[in-house]
């Protein structure tokens, strides 16, 4: 669906430095995923969002949507593809002026479409964000949530294929951002939507995306499907990002033992579905005859898949240990070895 080959966006400060924003970056986006993007303040995720529809032009690189290369449009089929394009933001960017359901019909007005089907389409779209008793309602009168549904709305206006979502849930309350993405995971199904969403939260990513990239200093520095990337963040700030909503660090007891040399052999196993681990370790302990205590233990749910990690202290034989590891490696468990004793 969208493929970004060695994009690059500069921008020049106030004195005429140069500040690559996004550097160099390669990125797929298959059809009907939801894709997060997250990273730290000033990582380009905005720049990034807003390279997508061609926003912001880039200093260099191509942006492929269902093959169209964007940036080799001219102005007038650019505009036609952006219509294909939703977007919703953290601030809404609603008419203040406009009620919720002229607010809706902006786009299709725009979009040359005729008045009995702008009003049909916005009903249609009020039922779907729920907003119907709401129509003539302006902006003020609406919660930060109602606010977003409205976004939404106007986003999915013209039936686009691509929604592209700027913090959408930033600046709203936690109940609001959990209805927000419960919203826009049913519409990504019943739409066979592709949506792309940046955020600096991992709950966001946690609780709706299918696959996730991080980017840092406008690089992209991990990519993978959502599962696997808590299950085994390769980088410092991925493994910061997991540890924010899942509980993935030792607790101080084990840590002090480490550092004192008193942990012995500890391996962190993490598995994906209810039970995976339990007959596999127990497996692990008789065949190998190795002692597995388990030192700590947490498990949580991505998108109602069970996830979680044991931290395991094992005792027994060198090499019976290290086939042990193996056997669980074999098994699929994804196998980490934080202490050698
Ligand atoms: N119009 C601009 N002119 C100059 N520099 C810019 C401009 N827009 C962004 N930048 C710079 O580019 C870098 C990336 O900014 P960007 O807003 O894309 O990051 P971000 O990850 O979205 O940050 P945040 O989460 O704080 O919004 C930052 O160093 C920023 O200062």
Redesign the pocket.
């Known amino acids: 669906m969208i493929e970004i080959r060695n994009l690059d ?1 500069e ?3 106030d004195k005429g430095d140069i ?4 550097e160099n970056l390669n990125l797929k986006v298959n059809s009907g995923e939801i894709f997060g993007i997250i ?12 390279l997508l529809n061609l926003l ?1 032009k880039p200093t260099a690189g191509s942006i492929e949507i269902d093959g169209v290369d964007l940036t080799e449009l001219d102005n007038k089929r650019l505009r036609e593809t952006r219509q294909k394009i939703g977007m919703i933001f953290q601030n809404f960017n609603l008419l203040s002026t406009k009620t919720v359901k002229e607010n809706i019909i902006f786009p299709l007005k725009i979009a040359g479409k005729n008045k009995s089907f702008r009003r049909k389409r916005a009903e249609e779209l009020m039922e779907l964000v729920d907003l119907s008793d709401r129509a003539d309602h302006y902006p003020a009168q609406l919660s930060g949530g109602q606010k977003q549904r409205v976004g939404i709305a106007r986003a999915l206006a013209n039936e686009p294929k691509l929604l592209l979502s700027d ?1 959408a849930t930033s600046s709203l309350d936690p109940d609001s951002t959990e209805s927000i993405l419960n919203l826009l995971r049913d519409i990504q199904k019943e739409m066979d939507l592709t949506v792309v969403l ?1 955020t ?1 939260e991992m709950g966001v990513i946690k609780e709706i995306c299918d696959q996730v990239a991080v ?1 840092e200093q ?1 690089n992209l520095i991990e990519q993978g499907n959502v599962l696997d990337i808590f299950a085994r963040p390769k980088t410092e700030l991925t493994r910061r990002f997991v540890s924010s909503v899942f509980d993935y660090n030792l607790p101080p007891r084990i840590i002090e033992d480490i550092e004192n040399g008193d942990a012995g052999r500890l391996v962190r196993v993490s598995f994906i579905e209810e039970g995976t681990d339990k007959p596999i370790i127990s497996k692990m302990i008789r065949k190998f005859d190795i002692d597995a205590n388990i030192l700590y233990g947490s498990i949580d749910e991505i998108r109602s898949i069970p996830f979680g990690t044991l931290v395991l202290k094992l005792d027994g034989k060198e090499s019976r240990i290290e086939q042990g590891i193996e056997f669980l490696q074999k098994k699929d468990l994804i196998v980490e070895v934080i202490n050698d004793g």
Do not use: F
């Open positions: 966006k921008y020049k400060n500040i690559r924003a996004i990273g730290p303040s000033g990582a380009g995720k905005s720049t990034l969002i807003r912001e913090e940046i600096h980017i406008g």
